[in-house]
């Protein structure tokens, strides 16, 4: 689903220095809002993230055809989290 987060989220690239170690950055939420089918062979994303607040991070998308038409709008919520602390708590709920 290429709507969803195909690459890595802004603060991965803050570094393990900065995060203070491995992360995971679990889906939240995922909106996607259909608005035409496209036409021609080439789809073109736009993805922006403005916040970055307690560990959750937003990433809004929009996905255009080759002729310019409009053809889904996304909003994609996940948390930050330490591979670690998200492991235990993944763990405990087994």
């Known amino acids: 689903m290429f709507s969803d987060l195909y690459f ?3 603060a991965y690239y803050l570094g393990e220095e900065v995060l203070g ?3 995971v950055y679990p889906t939240f939420t995922l909106e996607i809002q259909f608005k035409n089918l496209p036409k021609g062979q080439w789809v073109v994303g736009s993805f922006r993230s403005r916040f970055i607040k307690n560990g959750r991070n937003e990433i809004d998308g929009e996905l255009w ?3 310019g038409n409009l053809l889904c709008i996304t909003r994609h919520m996940s948390l ?3 591979k670690k602390s998200y492991l235990r ?3 405990h709920k087994l």
Do not use: I, M, N, V
Request: glycine fraction near 6%; charged fraction near 25%.
């Open 21 to 23: 170690g491995p992360c």
């Open 8 to 10: 890595l989220p802004p």
């Open 80 to 82: 930050l989290a330490p």
């Open 65 to 67: 055809d080759e002729d």
């Open 89 to 91: 708590y993944k763990l």
